[in-house]
Antibody, heavy 115, light 109 residues
């Protein structure tokens, strides 16, 4: 069955960087576009970024463009999100999700930006 | 970007009630709509995809309908484990962005 497992979250000071990972299994990772979605504490869901199946196209929400970079390594079946210049408003649970007719989500990893 | 408007924001209901949640898209999205259930501290759980297809393992009391701009999620007989927040989600395979409704919290009446 499809499994997506995020990791790399933690408590980080403002201005620092962090790289999130999403390990995929149970499907042909290299055939699917992948997304990152985040959810701030007590808030709704916010789309963050999309990468095409082959990594050739990347798209970002206006709120993160220029600071976040999405990437993938199909040899490792892993999706990444590099987050630079972290701000308090980036505090959220970050989910990876697979595109397709039936989106699949991971369990999320919490990023807390605090001094 | 396509905007999703979900209603109501909060819904008070009793066990056994029939519950309906509505989601409206700002323009036609065909059937590219999913519904999720989320409980505190948990990831969203996919209930319905492609507007009306029931995800494997999801009880049949959950159903989805609609296409174009108007969609509904119906719970035919509310169970104790169904008290949660529900989100609609416009998605497509390759076209960004994904957009979400603001959520409907189903509370115990």
């Amino acid at each position: 069955q499809v499994q997506l497992v995020e990791s790399g979250g933690g408590v980080v000071q403002p201005g620092r960087s962090l790289r999130l990972s999403c390990a995929a299994s149970g499907f042909t990772f290299s055939s699917y576009a992948m997304h990152w979605v985040r959810q701030a504490p007590g808030k709704g869901l916010e789309w963050v970024a999309l990468i095409s199946y082959d990594g050739s196209n990347k798209y970002y929400a206006d709120s993160v463009r220029g600071r976040f970079t999405i990437s993938r390594d199909s040899s490792r079946n892993t999706l990444y999100l590099q987050i630079n210049s972290l701000r308090a408003e980036d505090t959220a649970v970050y989910y990876c999700a697979s595109a397709g007719y039936s989106p699949k989500w991971g369990q999320g990893t919490l990023v807390t930006v605090s001094s | 970007d396509i905007h999703m408007t979900q209603s109501p924001s909060t819904l008070s209901a009793s066990v056994g009630d029939r519950v309906t949640i509505t989601c409206r898209a700002s323009q036609s999205i065909s059937s590219w709509l999913a519904w999720y259930q989320q409980k505190p501290g948990e990831a969203p759980k996919l209930l319905i995809y492609q507007a009306s297809s029931l995800e494997s393992g999801v009880p049949s009391r959950f159903s989805g309908s609609g296409s174009g701009t108007e969609f509904t999620l119906t719970i035919s007989s509310l169970q104790p484990g169904d008290f949660a927040t529900y989100y609609c989600h416009h998605y497509s395979t390759y076209v960004p962005p994904w957009t979400f409704g603001q959520g409907t919290k189903v509370e115990i009446k």
